[in-house]
């Protein structure tokens, strides 16, 4: 005979449509009968979302990203419609890309970079990507329960996304998210990458300043250096710069910075160099975000800020036609029909993969 107090029903809409609030467990009643299940809140509309998000609530921005991250047709149509509306309301914030291998102390250094950012009185909004399994598709999705302090900041907002395969290191729907992000108040946008190497590149499309963060004493650091990464990046902030690693710290940045001397700048105006920063030493915390204000200042004075976010917004709409001919494309009944069988023959060496290519373009 089942537990009584361990009701055995499953909510059928509460993880599938963004649309509903979650059910809560209906509990058990003083004589130890299961409760009713609560029903499920109304439906939100357009303009709940919009009312939600401008005014901050972050429960219905969580439901809004879920929303714009789903790839079910209906909710793509109301997610698009949604970014029409809020998109005049983004743009207002600082859109910062930390990457570096796992292990360099990403989560621990920008848990204290936003506690100390929230301390200021600004708005946080960390959009930590965390690898997806190529097995299962399923991620870890654990950066809020590492940034402990930071969770329990009130200007502070958190939001685990798999990279469900993205090379660039980033969710697909990231850039939607920093502008829904954007629209609720939040005036510093941090994204924490996956780390996986040159591909950042990805992320150097959707921020205005991108920095990677670096270890001292990990081996030959110039050996290390993975020219890809470097040559897009604003800063390099060699990290745990504190105890017996600050000596080594320092002179690690001093071999980065005379490297850097032969690179071209990541972005025009501004000299890409190195530093030393600890997630335990608040004025290293602080030089690092001056360095960044001092980029935002010079930047817009030039024009250089406000051309790479256009380029980028140009960039996203050509990147986003790709992906929805792809789309399209394979969703094709003939294609579908077509494709097991030359994909039989390109994995037998019957049929070359370029001749493959023809065969099915030619069919389309």
């Known amino acids: 005979m089942p537990n009584k107090t361990q009701p055995d029903w499953q909510p059928k809409d509460a993880h599938h449509d963004p649309h509903f609030a979650c059910f809560v467990s209906p509990g058990v009643d003083d004589t130890g009968n299961v409760k009713s299940p609560l029903k499920k809140r109304h439906k939100l509309t357009l303009d709940d979302y919009e009312r939600g998000i401008l005014s901050s609530n972050k429960t219905i921005l969580s439901r809004a990203i879920t929303l ?14 949604l970014l029409q509306r809020i998109l005049p309301k983004a743009g207002n914030s600082i859109r910062v890309g930390i990457t570096g291998v796992p292990g360099v102390g990403k989560s621990t250094l920008i848990e204290s970079l936003g506690c100390m950012l929230c301390e200021k009185g600004h708005h946080v909004a960390i959009l930590a990507v965390d ?23 009130p200007n502070a907002y958190i939001r685990p996304s798999p990279s469900s ?72 902030a060699v990290n745990k710069a504190d105890g017996n690693n600050l000596q080594p710290a320092r002179l690690a940045a001093s071999e980065y910075d005379r490297v850097l001397e032969f690179l071209q700048p990541a972005t025009s105006g501004w000299k890409t160099h190195a530093v030393t920063c600890s997630a335990f030493e608040l004025p290293t ?54 494709l097991p069988e030359i994909e039989q023959q390109v994995a037998n060496n019957t049929l070359p993969a370029a001749s493959a290519v023809d065969q099915i373009m030619r069919e389309m």
């Not at 714009?68 to 793509?76: A, K």
């Open 68 to 81: 714009v991250e789903s790839n079910l047709p209906e909710h793509e149509e109301v997610a698009q419609a």
């Open 131 to 153: 690898p997806s399994s190529s097995v299962t598709g399923g991620s870890i999705l654990g950066d809020k329960t590492r940034m402990e302090q930071l969770v329990r900041q």
């Open 165 to 236: 395969g993205s090379l660039g290191g980033v969710g697909r729907k990231s850039r939607e998210t920093m502008l829904l992000c954007e629209a609720a108040g939040y005036d510093i946008i941090l994204v924490e990458t996956v780390g996986v190497g040159q591909n950042e590149i990805t992320v150097r499309s959707m921020v205005d300043f991108f920095f990677l963060i670096m270890l001292a004493g990990a081996g030959d650091e110039l050996q290390g250096m993975k020219k890809g990464v470097i040559e897009i990046a604003d800063l390099l």
């Open 285 to 338: 915390l602080e030089s690092l975000w001056n360095t960044i204000e001092e980029f935002r200042t010079i930047t817009k004075e030039s024009g250089a800020f406000i051309a790479r976010r256009k380029q980028q917004s140009i960039e996203w709409m050509h990147a986003m036609i790709a992906e929805e001919l792809r789309n399209r494309f394979l969703r094709s009944e003939r294609i579908q029909a077509l």
